[in-house]
């Protein structure tokens, strides 16, 4: 029979057992796989996701130098020795990129990392929807929290800010988001949020966040800023926090 490891509360030791664990009459298999890991502090990893018609990478993969979040968050994760992951993603495929985005996910457990998603904009909203599937934290900077009514705006051809790449949005594009915003929505599950606002945002309604996840989020506001978030240095001491905390 396969070997399983059993915590001793009593002992605070791991115990090696070769038979079922027997607890007040009940058999307790080996089907659960237990890793010295679960014991330990885990290794973090950030899946950071950026905003609609944005990136992270340039063409040739590579970190966009003009970004000050990526930059920050870079070094911040070089520093504490966090895994920093942040790919680019295309929203006009809402599926795809949450399926793509689980896998790495599982990936990353996999390998004994305990995973964060962190995104602005539409990033802060897709961070958001993967830690209700996965039980994970969210940080949210700037988040859009109603794509369907702030996207309509984009329908047509137009040109990533970042990669200069052609491309065309639908009303379709839009339509998709109907279903993750209701399931969002009818969630019961209890979602670790911490949101970072710039109450200066000239895209999004800041007021309007505040108010919906007043109670449902830890909030840190920051007076001015933009959209694009002035304050990533400042509330780096907060997501050292949830990182490790």
Same mark, same amino acid.
């Given at each position: 029979?396969?070997?399983?490891?059993?915590?001793?509360?009593?002992?605070?030791?791991?115990? *090696? &057992?070769?038979?079922?664990?027997?607890? &007040?009459?009940?058999?307790?298999?080996?089907?659960? *796989?237990?890793?010295?890991?679960?014991?330990?502090?885990?290794?973090?990893?950030?899946?950071?996701?950026? $905003?609609?018609?944005?990136?992270?990478?340039?063409?040739?993969? #590579?970190?966009?130098?003009?970004?000050?979040?990526?930059?920050?968050?870079?070094?911040?994760?070089?520093? *504490?020795?966090?895994?920093? /992951?942040?790919?680019?993603?295309? /929203?006009?495929?809402?599926? $795809?990129?949450?399926?793509?985005?689980?896998?790495?996910?599982?990936?990353?457990?996999?390998?004994?990392?305990?995973?964060?998603?962190?995104?602005?904009?539409?990033?802060?909203?897709?961070?958001? /929807?993967?830690?209700?599937?996965? $039980?994970?934290?969210?940080?949210?900077?700037?988040?859009?929290?109603?794509?369907?009514?702030?996207?309509?705006?984009?329908?047509?051809?137009?040109? #990533? /800010?970042?990669?200069?790449?052609?491309?065309?949005?639908?009303?379709?594009?839009?339509?998709?988001?109907?279903?993750?915003?209701?399931?969002?929505?009818?969630? &019961?599950?209890?979602?670790?949020?911490?949101?970072?606002?710039?109450?200066?945002?000239?895209?999004?309604?800041?007021?309007?966040?505040?108010?919906?996840?007043?109670?449902?989020?830890?909030?840190?506001?920051?007076?001015?800023?933009?959209?694009?978030?002035? &304050?990533?240095?400042?509330?780096?001491?907060?997501?050292?926090?949830?990182?490790?905390?």
């Amino acid at each position: 029979m396969s070997e399983c490891l059993v915590f001793s509360l009593r002992k605070k030791t791991l115990r *090696k &057992h070769t038979r079922p664990y027997r607890y &007040h009459g009940l058999k307790i298999f080996t089907s659960l *796989k237990l890793r010295f890991q679960d014991f330990q502090r885990m290794k973090k990893a950030i899946i950071y996701l950026h $905003g609609f018609n944005s990136a992270s990478l340039d063409l040739d993969d #590579n970190l966009l130098t003009n970004k000050e979040k990526l930059l920050v968050m870079q070094a911040f994760c070089l520093q *504490k020795d966090v895994l920093f /992951y942040t790919p680019n993603v295309d /929203y006009r495929d809402f599926e $795809g990129m949450v399926e793509d985005m689980l896998f790495q996910w599982n990936q990353y457990l996999d390998q004994g990392y305990d995973v964060v998603f962190m995104g602005s904009s539409m990033g802060g909203f897709a961070s958001e /929807y993967l830690a209700m599937k996965t $039980g994970s934290k969210a940080i949210m900077i700037n988040p859009a929290i109603s794509p369907t009514e702030l996207l309509p705006e984009f329908i047509g051809v137009a040109a #990533n /800010y970042e990669t200069g790449l052609p491309y065309s949005w639908s009303q379709e594009n839009c339509e998709q988001y109907n279903e993750y915003e209701k399931e969002l929505a009818s969630s &019961h599950q209890t979602i670790d949020r911490t949101i970072f606002l710039d109450m200066g945002d000239e895209l999004l309604d800041s007021e309007n966040t505040l108010s919906k996840y007043n109670e449902k989020a830890n909030i840190v506001t920051y007076s001015g800023g933009s959209h694009s978030f002035e &304050h990533i240095r400042q509330a780096l001491p907060i997501i050292d926090q949830v990182l490790f905390n």
